[in-house]
Nanobody
Framework: EVQLQASGGGLVQAGGSLRLSCAAT????????IGWFRQAPGKGREGVSC????????YYADSVKGRFTISSDNAKNTVYLQMNSLKPEDTAVYYC???????????????????WGKGTQVTVSS
């Protein structure tokens, strides 16, 4: 059974940091691209960042570029999203998802992912 478990969300003040983790089981991690998405209340889902577990190539949405860093530990089948300089507009439920492709995905928001995990809430207070 494929499972993606996101964790690490919480409440933080603006300017603070959080690190999200996505632990994956039940599929071949090494030939997949893992992505982070978020959905704020009343808004559509946004593709935030993704990483190819094969070659380490990454993608970031313009809204988080320079503040968020995605990384992968293939030995642990885990992908991390380090979020720095957080803003109130980063408040959302964050989801991780995976797709069987070694190519990093640049149209992440609209891309059809194969597997989804449950979300973790990130709340940034002003």
């Amino acid at each position: 059974e494929v499972q993606l478990q996101a964790s690490g969300g919480g409440l933080v003040q603006a300017g603070g940091s959080l690190r999200l983790s996505c632990a994956a089981t039940g599929f071949t991690f090494d030939d997949s691209t893992i992505g982070w998405f978020r959905q704020a209340p009343g808004k559509g889902r946004e593709g935030v960042s993704c990483i190819s577990s094969s070659d380490g190539n990454t993608y970031y949405a313009d809204s988080v570029k320079g503040r968020f860093t995605i990384s992968s530990d293939n030995a642990k089948n885990t992908v991390y999203l380090q979020m720095n300089s957080l803003k109130p507009e980063d408040t959302a439920v964050y989801y991780c998802a995976a797709v069987h492709t070694i190519e990093v995905v640049t149209n992440l928001t609209d891309y059809g992912m194969d597997y989804w995990g449950k979300g973790t809430q990130v709340t940034v207070s002003s």
